[in-house]
């Protein structure tokens, strides 16, 4: 079975830092871009980051400088360090594929990311 | 303010047709045909039901179709379902690899 499992979210006061991790299994990981995609309480999504097959990097303006994405394609892994944490980053972040041209066809179950003092 | 714009609130009752616009520019929309659309229900992850405009993904109904017209795509739902209702959200590339978001439509089955 395809599947994206992410972990690594919680409470953390402004200013802190989380790691979040996105497991993936079920189909070639190393050949897919790999995208973090985000969802504030009540809110639209946003795309935060991605990271291609071939490790180029993109991030959105509102992060850029504060998160770093990465990938263990040994471990199947997709990896998003979110650092000077501000109350705009509370959301629930989701770990997507982009299985189509410019669409995500499989999508993890999300970890939620709450930022407060 | 998000990029492409769709109608806070959509609405039907079962059986009947709904569709959900979604406005961008030349830029995105109108300039490329990978305009996609997402249905989330509340507490869920987004699932992709229409890709490239008009292509539904395996395991989607057909009942869920796209279309795009200039700078506007669409999504039509029909016979509507109690289960389809959801927020539906739509995307578009927007060039350099770029990905705009809409700000997402709540389909009300009445």
């Known amino acids: 079975e395809v599947q994206l499992v992410e972990s690594g979210g919680g409470l953390v006061q402004p200013g802190g830092s989380l790691r979040l991790s996105c497991a993936a299994s079920g189909f070639t990981f190393s050949t897919y871009s790999m995208n973090w995609v985000r969802q504030a309480p009540g809110k639209g999504l946003e795309l935060v980051s991605y990271i291609t097959s071939s490790s180029t990097i993109y991030y959105a303006d509102s992060v850029k400088g504060r998160f770093t994405i990465s990938r263990d394609n040994a471990e199947n892994s997709l990896f998003l360090q979110i650092n000077s944490l501000r109350d705009e980053d509370t959301a629930v972040y989701y770990c997507?594929?982009?299985?189509?041209?410019?669409?995500?066809?499989?999508w993890g179950q999300g970890t939620m990311v709450t930022v407060s003092s | 303010q998000s990029a492409l714009t769709q109608p806070p609130s959509a609405s039907g009752s079962p059986g009947q047709s709904v569709t959900i616009s979604c406005t961008g520019t030349?830029?995105?929309?109108?300039?490329?045909?990978?305009v996609s659309w997402y249905q989330q229900h509340p507490g869920k992850a987004p699932k992709l039901m229409i890709y490239e405009v008009n292509k539904r993904p395996s395991g989607v109904p057909d009942r869920f179709s796209g279309s795009k017209s200039g700078n506007t795509a669409s999504l039509t739902v029909s016979g509507l379902q109690a289960e389809d209702e959801a927020d539906y959200y739509c995307t578009s590339y927007a060039g350099s690899n770029n990905l705009v978001f809409g700000g997402g439509t709540r389909l009300t089955v009445l």
């Open positions: 997507a594929r982009p299985g189509r041209p410019y669409a995500f066809d499989i």
């Open positions: 030349s830029s995105d929309v109108g300039a490329y045909n990978y």
